[in-house]
């Protein structure tokens, strides 16, 4: 008899303040083992279900860099969506974000992503300093855009001189 009574204190020793909860919020190792078969979170939508796991991570990701906002965020985010989603995911993506801005802020975002550098300004001290410091910031079709009119601005004497420049250039390397 004072076997059984030892094991029921020793049973019930965790649940102490058992008087003070009359709920049984307080449950022992022995009532959670008969809760196994019920749900403890809520019921996921049916989209949910059938949402692709890389883009539950990148929902995350997105909520995370949100939270964050700093640049190193925004450019890890970029890194992270290249890796998981497909080409057209993130030009959709861009798209719709784009879409979301003022016309004018939209096109200044289009260009610094795409690190274009805009018209060349007028050289004022040394000229091929200022091309070189443009064109290391336009985009390739922005040099080959000023490239081509530049070239066809020339007169022929002065094209003949660019063609013989640069087939030495290219024999040079």
């Given at each position: 008899?004072?076997?059984?009574?030892?094991?029921?204190?020793?049973?019930?020793?965790?649940?102490?303040?058992?008087?003070?909860?009359?709920?049984?919020?307080?449950?022992g190792i022995e009532n959670k083992a008969e809760n196994i078969g019920l749900p403890n979170r809520k019921n996921r939508s049916p989209l949910s279900r059938f949402m692709p796991q890389a883009h539950k991570r990148m929902s995350k990701m997105l909520g995370y860099t949100l939270t964050l906002g700093t640049s190193d965020a925004w450019s890890g985010f970029s890194d992270v969506a290249a890796a998981r989603l497909s080409t057209e995911e993130r030009a959709a993506l861009a798209f719709a974000s784009l879409r979301s801005l003022a016309p004018d802020h939209a096109e200044l975002t289009a260009r610094a992503a795409i690190r274009a550098a805009?018209?060349?300004v007028p050289a004022f001290l040394g000229q091929m300093n200022e091309a070189r410091s443009w064109a290391a910031f336009a985009s390739r079709s922005e040099l080959k855009a000023y490239a081509a009119a530049a070239y066809a601005a020339l007169s022929p004497k002065d094209q003949a001189a660019f063609f013989r420049h640069i087939s030495e250039v290219e024999i040079a390397a």
């Amino acid at each position: 008899m004072r076997k059984v009574a030892a094991r029921r204190v020793v049973r019930n020793s965790h649940n102490i303040n058992a008087v003070a909860s009359p709920t049984l919020r307080n449950r022992g190792i022995e009532n959670k083992a008969e809760n196994i078969g019920l749900p403890n979170r809520k019921n996921r939508s049916p989209l949910s279900r059938f949402m692709p796991q890389a883009h539950k991570r990148m929902s995350k990701m997105l909520g995370y860099t949100l939270t964050l906002g700093t640049s190193d965020a925004w450019s890890g985010f970029s890194d992270v969506a290249a890796a998981r989603l497909s080409t057209e995911e993130r030009a959709a993506l861009a798209f719709a974000s784009l879409r979301s801005l003022a016309p004018d802020h939209a096109e200044l975002t289009a260009r610094a992503a795409i690190r274009a550098a805009g018209a060349p300004v007028p050289a004022f001290l040394g000229q091929m300093n200022e091309a070189r410091s443009w064109a290391a910031f336009a985009s390739r079709s922005e040099l080959k855009a000023y490239a081509a009119a530049a070239y066809a601005a020339l007169s022929p004497k002065d094209q003949a001189a660019f063609f013989r420049h640069i087939s030495e250039v290219e024999i040079a390397a």
